[in-house]
């Protein structure tokens, strides 16, 4: 039996962060997940700026000792988008960055050392108490609001003032005491496997997206890894799988056989291990985050961005208000759902403003026209080409993206 004020429920980055958060105050917390580390997590394995942004919030030092750890990372440098013409728009993260000088804006790494990673780091501090290969099944709220956890076999018991949340997108806590339900309209279906050998990769390790005009509203992804491996997969809404009657794993075999390009960078590729398939809770609606002691992080929480699938970032930005939150609960010794609105409102803050976009973004994807005729004007306009790169760190100009007059304007001048 285990007694705290503060339980973490999932170890990845959201859990991992709150905890990390929290110990950095000087307050105790109980981490526990159904894995034990290191352990492989199915995902893009991209980790942008804002999660170098989030690793130095925990530790300044912490995005330099990541990038010291040259065998399980790469650099990367911005984002190849090839339109359903077949046109390329490269967008870096930083325009006109310079690799040797500039440190870098985001980076690529297996989901395995990365978690890995960050929980090494949770392992230095005394404040935390990490519990591995527990598989938390039930939750039983008591009198005074707080929650009693145990495994399927019993073995643990956890009784919790404030419950933490974050252990991904299958979370039972979630749909069955949050009552967050899955909506095809707000869920994406992806697949990724790891291959080795695939040629061309990016000399800056920018990643791909493919929007194909035979997949669409779905796209084909390429990131380059350490040691001559990448990252390939495929996404598309739940809605439009079940509206076509889309088997992913056909398709992203068909694509890689079939399509001119990748037919001949995959040629003397090898595919490694399995290809494994993954959930997306997208946030491209507004929903409860917290209730009566307890709040959701990350996946979780359905904080998915809409357009790039990213969830790393959000999932740690979310953690560290979590841990904001949870200081205020034990201050104030007030752990109900109206006080627990404040993390809520700190959360979407931050975060609904560029969901939002990327929604509209994501709707982008129904007039493959345009997106063509964006990807044609930019690869010949450097002025619109160092706008388009500058929105992916100013949300401002970002709003254009929303504005008629931003399509009216690139279409006719």
């Known amino acids: 039996m285990y007694k705290t004020d503060i339980c973490i429920l999932g170890a990845g980055p959201g859990g991992a962060t709150t905890a990390l958060h929290l110990a950095q105050k000087g307050i105790s917390s109980l981490l526990i997940d159904k894995a034990t580390f290191p352990r492989d997590k199915i995902c893009g394995d991209a980790l942008s700026g804002k999660v170098v942004n989030e690793l130095r919030r925990i530790s300044p030092e912490l995005p330099e000792l990541f990038s010291r750890e040259q065998a399980v990372q790469v650099p990367s440098w911005g984002i190849h988008f090839i339109s359903p013409g077949g046109q390329k728009l490269s967008v870096p993260f930083k325009y006109n960055y310079k690799p040797e000088e500039d440190a870098p804006a985001g980076y690529i790494s297996k989901r395995i050392d990365f978690d890995n990673f960050l929980i090494e780091q949770v392992r230095l501090r005394p404040e935390i108490k990490l519990i591995e290969g527990a598989d938390i099944t039930r939750y039983e709220r008591q009198r005074d609001g707080s929650f009693t956890l145990s495994d399927k076999e019993g073995k643990i018991q956890v009784e919790a003032k404030l419950l933490i949340v974050a252990n991904g997108a299958q979370s039972a806590f979630t749909r069955h005491v949050a009552g967050l339900q899955q909506e095809p309209e707000h869920y994406?279906?992806?697949?990724?496997?790891?291959?080795?050998?695939?040629?061309?990769?990016?000399?800056?390790?920018?990643?791909?997206?493919?929007?194909?005009?035979?997949?669409?509203?779905?796209?084909?992804?390429?990131?380059?890894?350490?040691?001559?491996?990448?990252?390939?997969?495929?996404?598309?809404?739940?809605?439009?799988?079940?509206?076509?009657?889309?088997?992913?794993?056909?398709?992203?075999?068909?694509?890689?056989?079939?399509?001119?390009?990748?037919?001949?960078?995959?040629?003397?590729?090898?595919?490694?291990?399995?290809?494994?398939?993954?959930?997306?809770?997208?946030?491209?609606?507004?929903?409860?985050?917290?209730?009566?002691?307890?709040?959701?992080?990350?996946?979780?929480?359905?904080?998915?961005?809409?357009?790039?699938?990213?969830?790393?970032?959000?999932?740690?930005?979310?953690?560290?208000?979590?841990?904001?939150?949870?200081?205020?609960?034990?201050?104030?010794?007030?752990?109900?759902?109206?006080?627990?609105?404040?993390?809520?409102?700190?959360?979407?803050?931050?975060?609904?403003?560029?969901?939002?976009?990327?929604?509209?973004?994501?709707?982008?994807?129904?007039?493959?026209?345009?997106?063509?005729?964006?990807?044609?004007?930019?690869?010949?306009?450097?002025?619109?080409?160092?706008?388009?790169?500058?929105?992916?760190?100013?949300?401002d100009l970002r709003e254009r993206l929303k504005q008629p007059s931003f399509y009216f304007k690139l279409l006719f001048n």
């Open 188 to 395: 994406c279906a992806g697949l990724r496997a790891y291959y080795k050998g695939v040629e061309g990769l990016d000399k800056d390790n920018f990643i791909e997206l493919h929007f194909y005009k035979d997949f669409l509203p779905g796209y084909f992804w390429v990131f380059p890894l350490p040691n001559g491996f990448a990252n390939v997969g495929v996404g598309m809404l739940s809605s439009a799988i079940s509206s076509k009657k889309v088997n992913l794993k056909k398709e992203m075999l068909r694509m890689i056989e079939t399509h001119p390009e990748l037919q001949k960078r995959f040629g003397n590729a090898e595919l490694i291990g399995d290809i494994k398939g993954y959930g997306l809770p997208l946030g491209s609606k507004k929903r409860s985050l917290s209730g009566d002691n307890y709040m959701l992080v990350g996946d979780a929480g359905a904080l998915i961005d809409p357009f790039t699938g990213e969830g790393i970032s959000n999932a740690m930005i979310s953690g560290r208000w979590a841990a904001e939150q949870a200081s205020n609960c034990l201050e104030q010794q007030d752990f109900s759902a109206a006080f627990m609105q404040a993390y809520d409102k700190a959360v979407y803050n931050r975060l609904w403003k560029e969901l939002k976009l990327s929604r509209q973004m994501q709707k982008l994807l129904n007039y493959p026209w345009l997106f063509n005729q964006v990807a044609n004007k930019a690869t010949k306009n450097q002025a619109l080409a160092e706008t388009i790169s500058c929105m992916f760190n100013d949300l």
